[in-house]
C-alpha cells in the first residue's frame, strides 16, 4: 500500500517544476512537489529570471516582429540532423507553447514583460532577433509568501534590479539612460524600505510569484525530500519512493511522475552527484531511459580568485571598450563580447593548456576602470585588499604589468598595439567584437563607430586574472515532443515524463539566447501536464 497518493508527482521545485504544478492544479489534478533541499528553486532563484518565449504575444502587443518560421530556423541553427534530443516535432512543440504558457501564467497573477532590446546571443544567424525574444516579470514584495518567504533561496543581486536594466546600469558613468537607471533604482529601493518590503527580483521574482501560484492554488510542497526511486507497473510508471527527512514513503502517482530536477554537476554525470541531481537521472535510466550529451558541460567565466564570488557576471564588462582577454603568450583567442558558453569554452581551452593557471586575463586600462563596472568592482573603484590577494593586478606600464602577471610582454605589447590600431577604425577584424546586436547590447553606445572597441592606452594598466567554472552538465535523458521520457529504441516510458536541466538540450550544447533552458523548461512543463490529461 502507498503511504502517499496523489494524482501527479513533481521532483523539483524550479521554474519548470512550479509551472508543471500550476498546470496540473489548474487542470484539476492532484499535486505534490518535493524538493530535496531546505530551500525551494534550487539555482532557478539564482538565476536571471529571463524566459526566452519567441513569437509570444507579447511581441505582438508591442509590434515587434517575429512568426513561427523564423524562431524554427532560429533553432535549427545549433542542431545536426537527426539529433534525437533536438526533433522537428520537439522545436515545434516549444514554439507553439509560447503562447499557451502566457496566458496560463496571465491567468495566475504572474506578470510577463518583454526585456526590450536584449537580443538573441546569435541574432545575426537566420533567424536570429536583434531586438530580443526574452521576457521576465515584475519586482514583487517577498513577504506575500508569508511562511514561504524563508523557504526560498536569496537571490544573487544585491539590488532589486530586474535583468534587463542591468546593461543600462553598467553605464551609469557614461549615458543618461545609465544614471536614470540608477535614479529609478535608488527610488525602487527607498520605497521599498519605507513600505517595509523585501524586493525580489530576477530569478528569485519569478520563483517567488510561481510558487505564490501554486501555493493559492493548493498544490502540496515538499521541502527536504529526495527521490530516491522511480516505481512501475506493467511497464508504466506510477509512483515512487522518497526519502523525507530521513523517512521513507512510498507514493502512488496516478497519472504519472514529472521530473524537474536540475543540471547534473561535473562530477555527477557517471552517477548521483550526492545531492539527489545525479540520482534523478540515475532512476530514469535504471528503467531505459536514453540519454545524450552527457560529456558536455555549460561553461561561463569568473574572476580566478578563490574570493570572488563564484557566480559573480563579468561578462558585461568584457563587452565593453578599452579591454582585451589575453592568454599567457599575450594573444587574444575570443571574442571578448561573445555569449558566456564561448567565452567559456575559449577560455578553458587556454586553461587546460597552462595546467590549471588562470586561463586568461582580461586586460584594461585607466578609461576602462573610471567608466565601467568589473564584477565586484564597481567604476572608479579598487579596493586596496584585492590588489595585495591578486584579484586584479596594477601597473604604470604594459610591460610591467605583463611581467607581474607571467604573460609574455612582447606578445602582449604587439596585441596591444594591433589592437589599438583596429578601436581607431572600429572593427575587429580577428574575432569580429562589436558585429552583432548581441555583441552591443552591452557595449557603451557612446563609443563611436563601435561600442565595443577602445584603445588601451592610458596608465595605469590593469589585469584580472579569469577562468573557465562549469555549471553542470548539458546533457541529460532524451525526451519527445510531449515532455515524455524515451528509451534506447525513442520509444517514450509511459507515465515519465521529465523538463529542465535534466533533459538533453533543444538546441544541442550551445547557449543560444538569454533565459533560453528556463523558457523551454517553462513550456514544457505545462505541455506534460496537459498531455497526461490528454
Known amino acids: 500500500m502507498p503511504d502517499i497518493e496523489c494524482d501527479v508527482l513533481i521532483v ?50 508591442d509590434r515587434v516582429l517575429d512568426s513561427r518560421g523564423e524562431a524554427l ?15 522537428p516535432e520537439r522545436r515545434a512543440a516549444f514554439v ?9 501564467y496571465d491567468a495566475r497573477g504572474v506578470p510577463l514583460h518583454r526585456c526590450e532590446g536584449y537580443p538573441d546571443h546569435y541574432d545575426t544567424l537566420p533567424g536570429g532577433h536583434a531586438e530580443g525574444r526574452a521576457v521576465e516579470t515584475s519586482v514583487i514584495d517577498a513577504e506575500r509568501l508569508g511562511s514561504w518567504r524563508r523557504r526560498i533561496r536569496p537571490q544573487s543581486l544585491p539590488i532589486p534590479a530586474r535583468a534587463s536594466e542591468l546593461a543600462r546600469l553598467g553605464r551609469t558613468g557614461t549615458t543618461w539612460e545609465g544614471r536614470l537607471g540608477a535614479v529609478r533604482l535608488r527610488w525602487r529601493r527607498l520605497a521599498g524600505k519605507v513600505r517595509a518590503q523585501e524586493l525580489f527580483t530576477a530569478g528569485a521574482a519569478l520563483q517567488a510569484r510561481l ?18 526511486g522511480l516505481e512501475s507497473e506493467r511497464g508504466r510508471v506510477n509512483g515512487a519512493m522518497i526519502d523525507c527527512e530521513s523517512w521513507h514513503r512510498r507514493v502512488r502517482a496516478r497519472h504519472g511522475v514529472i521530473v524537474a530536477s536540475g543540471r547534473v554537476a561535473p562530477n555527477a554525470s557517471q552517477g548521483s552527484d550526492g545531492d539527489g541531481v545525479g540520482d534523478a537521472i540515475s532512476a530514469m535510466t535504471g528503467l531505459g531511459a536514453s540519454t545524450a550529451w552527457m560529456n558536455e558541460a555549460w561553461r561561463f567565466v569568473r574572476l580566478a580568485s578563490e574570493r570572488a564570488p563564484p557566480a559573480l557576471i563579468v561578462l558585461p564588462a568584457l563587452a565593453k571598450p578599452h579591454l582585451v582577454m589575453v592568454d599567457a603568450r599575450g594573444n587574444r583567442f575570443v571574442n571578448e563580447a561573445a555569449p558566456p558558453m564561448e567565452v ?31 564584477g565586484p568592482f564597481r567604476a572608479g573603484t579598487l ?33 596591444v598595439t594591433h589592437w589599438n590600431g583596429m578601436a581607431a577604425h572600429g572593427k575587429d577584424t580577428e574575432f569580429s567584437k562589436g558585429a552583432s546586436a548581441y555583441d552591443r547590447y552591452h557595449g557603451d553606445p557612446r563609443q563611436y563607430p563601435n561600442p565595443c572597441l577602445g584603445r588601451i592606452s592610458q596608465p595605469p594598466f590593469f589585469a584580472v586574472p ?5 555549471l553542470g552538465t548539458c546533457g541529460g535523458v532524451l525526451v519527445d515532443a510531449h515532455a515524455q521520457v524515451l528509451r534506447g529504441d525513442l520509444r517514450p516510458i509511459p507515465g515519465l515524463y521529465a523538463i529542465g536541466g535534466c533533459t538533453a538540450p533543444l538546441s544541442g550544447p550551445n547557449d543560444i539566447a538569454p533565459g533560453f ?15 497526461m490529461v490528454g
Request: hydrophobic content about 50%; glycine content about 12%.
Open 12 to 61: 523539483g521545485s524550479g521554474i519548470g517544476g512550479l509551472t508543471a504544478a500550476i498546470a496540473a492544479r489548474m487542470a484539476g489534478l492532484d499535486t505534490l512537489v518535493i524538493e530535496q533541499d531546505l530551500l525551494v528553486g534550487g539555482p532557478s532563484s539564482l538565476s536571471s529570471g529571463m524566459l526566452w518565449l519567441p513569437n509570444s504575444p507579447l511581441m505582438r502587443r
Open 73 to 87: 530556423h532560429y533553432l535549427a541553427n545549433f542542431v545536426a540532423e537527426g539529433d534525437p534530443a533536438s526533433t
Open 96 to 104: 507553439d507553447g509560447v503562447a499557451p504558457l502566457v496566458a496560463l
Open 211 to 228: 510558487l505564490l501560484a501554486a501555493l493559492e492554488l493548493g498544490a502540496e510542497i515538499r521541502t527536504r525530500t529526495a527521490l530516491l
Open 344 to 374: 567559456g569554452r575559449a577560455c578553458l581551452a587556454r586553461q587546460r593548456a597552462t595546467d590549471d593557471a588562470p586561463g586568461a586575463w582580461a586586460i584594461c586600462d585607466a578609461h576602462h576602470r573610471a567608466l565601467y563596472r568589473f
Open 383 to 415: 579596493p586596496r585588499e584585492r590588489l595585495r590577494d591578486g584579484t586584479i593586478f596594477k601597473a604604470g606600464t604594459l610591460d610591467a604589468l605583463a611581467r607581474a602577471c607571467g604573460i609574455d610582454p612582447a606578445g602582449l605589447h604587439a596585441t
Open 466 to 470: 579569469l577562468r573557465a567554472e562549469s
Open 517 to 531: 533552458a528556463a523558457g523551454v523548461g517553462a513550456v514544457f512543463g505545462m505541455i506534460a501536464v496537459r498531455h
